[in-house]
């Protein structure tokens, strides 16, 4: 009996060790610049991503609105002026 506990007791020592020099390893990281640097690069991956969706997406605003004033020229309808509200739009 005394044999069972010493060894749940050493097992249970031996857990907490190694937890608790997971612990430190995982707060001397956490520390380091190493994590934060990593962030910052991430996020200015994604902010890169994101201006260049923003820039496309224009891209193709401005490619239809050319379209559509080619193909209204087309049919001899005048192009309303920019920012003018649409003549049949109702609210």
């Given at each position: 009996m005394l044999g069972a506990f010493v060894g749940k007791a050493a097992g249970?020592?031996?857990?907490?060790?190694?937890?608790?020099?997971t612990y430190d390893g995982v707060k001397r990281v956490v520390r380091s610049d190493t994590v934060r640097g990593a962030a910052v690069t991430v996020t200015s991956w994604g902010l890169r991503g994101a201006?260049?969706?923003?820039?496309?997406?224009?891209?193709?605003?401005?490619?239809t609105a050319d379209?559509?004033?080619?193909?209204?020229?087309?049919?001899?309808?005048?192009?309303?002026?920019p920012g003018?509200?649409?003549?049949?739009?109702?609210?």
């Open positions: 249970l020592l031996a857990t907490g060790v190694v937890g608790a020099a201006r260049a969706a923003e820039a496309g997406a224009e891209r193709v605003r401005l490619t379209i559509v004033s080619e193909a209204r020229e087309r049919i001899g309808e005048q192009n309303p002026p003018a509200p649409a003549p049949d739009h109702e609210h």
